[in-house]
């Protein structure tokens, strides 16, 4: 059965870092499409950056030149580098299948950004 565990969120200020980590099993990250996500109080899930097969990265515009979407093959771990946060990006950050795996939402890792 396919799981993800992640881990790596807490608070920072405005402009600090996190990195966010995701242990994948059932499934194998360099094979499969894989994605961040995040869902803030009263909103929807959103997609955040997500990685194809083939190490093709993309990212929701809010977050594009401060977020970066990586993973380690041999650990079968997906990481997301997060830098100059900001308070809008205060959610609890989810990981899955780029096509998205139902059964296989995690806890998250919450994220809040606050001076």
């Known amino acids: 059965q396919v799981q993800f565990v992640e881990s790596g969120g807490g608070l920072v200020q405005p402009g600090g870092s996190l990195r966010l980590s995701c242990a994948a099993s059932?499934?194998?990250?360099?094979?499969?499409?894989m994605a961040w996500y995040r869902q803030a109080p009263g909103k929807q899930r959103e997609l955040v950056a997500a990685?194809?097969?083939?190490?093709?990265?993309n990212y929701v515009d809010s977050v594009k030149g401060r977020f970066t979407i990586s993973r380690d093959d041999a650990k079968n771990t997906v990481y997301l580098q997060m830098n100059s946060l900001k308070p809008e990006d205060t959610a609890v950050y989810y990981c899955?299948?780029?096509?998205?795996?139902?059964?296989?939402w995690g806890q998250g890792t919450q994220v809040t950004v606050s001076s």
């Open positions: 990685i194809s097969s083939i190490g093709i990265t």
């Open positions: 899955n299948a780029r096509t998205v795996v139902a059964s296989a």
């Open positions: 059932g499934i194998i990250v360099r094979i499969a499409a």
